[in-house]
């Protein structure tokens, strides 16, 4: 890690981490450089830029930094916290299981457990949703309640 630093002019601004207390050490962050981790989006839920160098699903403009590492270490910009509650809506809301794999639901007593959005099962919201980012549209997950 000392010899990446030196390379790239880093000083002390280079750190590698690991089991450590993530919210603590995130608290105190300028800014989140990540390949794709759930560190990259937690940082974002924490107000704190990231640029993500590899491919995750949350590497959307608003949300992450998309210039590239150097003018991100210069200036890594902030999060859109509109763009991020969008995307957070839509996992609820069309991405993500409600219930348990390990443990069955009383009132369903077959399958896994979990009771999962219409999205789910045909794949059609998630291109939506990627195509509509892909094309600076806000999106606004509808719970249907």
Known sequence: MAEL???HG?????HYVHDVDLPAILA?????????STVG????????PVKVLGNAVYDIAGMTFQGTLEA?????????R??????????RYHNTGNGSVWK??????????????????NGEAARAFRSGMEHGQHVRAETGD
Not at 72 to 80: A, I, Q, S
Not at 104 to 121: D, I
């Open 5 to 7: 630093a030196r390379k």
């Open 10 to 14: 880093l000083g002390e601004r280079l």
């Open 28 to 36: 105190n962050a300028l800014g989140t450089i990540t390949m794709n």
């Open 41 to 48: 989006i937690q940082s974002v839920e924490m107000g704190i």
């Open 72 to 80: 991100f270490l210069r200036n890594p910009g902030t999060v859109d």
């Open 82 to 91: 509109e763009v991020y509650d969008g995307f957070r809506r839509y996992l």
């Open 104 to 121: 069955k639901l009383p009132s369903r007593p077959e399958g896994s457990g979990c009771v999962w959005p219409p999205a789910l099962r």
